[in-house]
């Protein structure tokens, strides 16, 4: 067996849920993307959204936790390369991967609010989610 391959699948699963777990200890980002992403779905389930809608929802907020855990990945190794030094090019890869995260949350917030927004505006405007029939 070489040196970090795992053995099965369940060791696998393990050595993945113990990074998702490192991931929501120790990076607050991460954290505050989790509960946007639980609030966003609560919020679609009052509002009677649509599966399709819900599987959008689900979608992009998994997209930023993505990114987020690639952006500390980048972030880990590039301190580790450069020892924790000062370096342009590890400001610019951090920075860029800062960015991925930032689109994708913005992205993420934008097709929430399009398929949200007119259900929210119709709980205020008629005291319930209307129908499109």
Do not use: W
């Amino acid at each position: 067996m070489k040196k970090y391959q795992s053995e099965n699948f369940i060791k696998s699963a393990i050595n993945a849920t113990n990074g998702l777990y490192l991931a929501f200890r120790t990076q607050k980002n991460f954290r505050k993307h989790i509960i946007i992403a639980f609030v966003v779905l609560f919020l679609a389930f009052v509002l009677k959204a649509e599966a399709v809608e819900i599987v959008i929802l689900v979608a992009t907020n998994t997209f930023v936790l993505l990114a987020e855990l690639v952006n500390s990945v980048i972030e880990f190794v590039m301190d580790a390369y450069y020892k924790n030094k000062y370096s342009r090019l590890c400001k610019f890869a951090k920075d860029m991967a800062a960015g991925a995260v930032l689109l994708s949350a913005i992205s993420s917030a934008t097709i929430a609010a399009i398929l949200l927004l007119p259900k929210l505006i119709d709980v205020f405007k008629y005291g319930s989610v209307t129908t499109n029939g």
